[in-house]
């Protein structure tokens, strides 16, 4: 069974920035996308950043030129560099690889942001 464990949330004063990354516990074969989600209260679930296998980028219009996504394919990592970090980024951000047959999601991990 494959897990997506997500890592580098946390507390940020408005302005800064937090990389989350995503580390899958096995090798995941046939990865068509791998992106980030965020969920804040009483909102649902969004697409923040995608990338596929041939390393196309889509950004939401909120976090574009503010967030990057980049992965590391030998290990099954994906990555989200946040800057310039605003309180309506405050949310709980998960991780999600898509592959053949198959839809892994993370546990999450929370990113607050104070104004």
């Known amino acids: 069974q494959v897990q997506l464990v997500e890592s580098g949330g946390g507390l940020v004063q408005a302005g800064g920035s937090l990389r989350l990354s995503c580390a899958s516990s096995?090798?995941?074969?046939?990865?068509?996308?791998m992106g980030w989600y965020r969920q804040a209260p009483g909102k649902q679930r969004e697409a923040v950043a995608t990338?596929?296998?041939?390393?196309?980028?889509a950004y939401a219009d909120s976090v574009k030129g503010r967030f990057t996504i980049s992965t590391d394919n030998a290990k099954n990592t994906v990555h989200l560099q946040m800057n310039s970090l605003k309180p309506e980024d405050t949310a709980v951000y998960y991780c999600?690889?898509?592959?053949?047959?198959?839809?892994?999601w993370g546990q999450g991990t929370q990113v607050t942001v104070s104004s």
């Open positions: 096995r090798k995941i074969f046939g990865i068509i996308i």
């Open positions: 999600n690889v898509k592959a053949y047959m198959y839809d892994y």
């Open positions: 990338i596929n296998s041939g390393a196309s980028t």
